[in-house]
């Protein structure tokens, strides 16, 4: 549910959002709505995100710091290109993704066939990681080495999954 209509909003962020259903369509990321009720387009790349593994866990311990990258971003929506979107490249914002990353979701992550982690181990991974990065953590990696061995993390999990969808059609 992207855009805007009289009234609807989105339930995570509370950004104006609008009824907009594409007829026949088959996406199984980014699908818009076809009643009032769910998510702005920013909430819904976060929504699979989050439950895309193990991005997931990654994007908990590093924080979403990777996402204003052009290249991550490129690469994640070609994912979603791939699964089906009834999303455009340009509408997202991804400055806004990265300010609203700590609202809660109107529900946690499940476990699904492709995410084998909850809501729980996810926060498990954001403490982990802010612990990392506020140095409590005792490893031989500076915050930046940290960070920088996270985004690469990223990368290669967005690569491997177009390279998964790209075998398997
Ligand atoms: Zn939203």
Known sequence: MFGFTAGAECLRCGAPARVAPVAGSKATMLKRAHEARGLCVNCAVHDALRHLYPANLILEQSGPKALALPHIQQQFFEI????????????????????????PFPSPVKRTATNP????????????????????????????????????????VFKAARKALHEDP
């Open 80 to 103: 979603c290109r791939m699964a089906g979107t009834d999303a455009e490249f340009d509408e997202i914002d991804w400055r806004a993704i990265i300010a609203h990353w700590d609202l």
């Open 117 to 156: 982690v909850t809501e729980e181990d996810l926060a498990m991974a954001r403490q982990e990681g802010e612990q990392r990065r506020a140095g409590t953590w005792q490893e031989p990696l500076t915050a930046e080495e940290y960070q920088a061995q996270r985004q690469a993390a990223i990368d290669d």
